[in-house]
């Protein structure tokens, strides 16, 4: 089992920037995989970023790549998301996920989800 607590969600404004945290614990073998998912009033959960294997590979949805950066510390307990140049569209509750397998960045990479933090970008 894994437990994540995500931290850091608020409101800013356009071309602002905000940094998300999530803090995991239990099985490190499921936390393989970590990543940021997000969903936005009215739309479904869209995947945004996501960390993999020893050597940390990354990877972003279109709509936020150059803007935004994933990261997490060594012992794979910290998750982080930096966002920047943070645009209206961005607006939506951001979740961190996590899973023992990467299977892309999608739905079918994860097992376990925080329960969200909101993110609220005003123009």
């Known amino acids: 089992q894994v437990q994540l607590v995500e931290s850091g969600g608020g409101s800013v404004q356009t071309g602002g920037s905000l940094k998300l945290s999530c803090t995991a614990s239990g099985d490190r073998s499921s936390r393989y995989f970590m990543g940021w998912f997000r969903q936005a009033p009215g739309k479904g959960r869209e995947a945004v970023a996501g960390?993999?294997?020893?050597?940390?590979?990354?990877e972003y949805a279109d709509s936020v790549k150059g803007r935004f950066t994933v990261s997490r510390d060594n012992a794979d307990r910290t998750l982080y998301l930096q966002m920047n140049l943070l645009k209206p569209e961005d607006t939506a509750i951001y979740y961190c996920?996590?899973?023992?397998?990467?299977?892309?960045?999608?739905?079918?990479?994860?097992?376990?989800w925080g329960q969200g933090t909101q993110v609220t970008v005003s123009s």
């Open positions: 960390i993999y294997n020893s050597y940390g590979y990354t």
């Open positions: 996920v996590a899973g023992d397998t990467y299977r892309g960045l999608n739905l079918d990479s994860v097992s376990y």
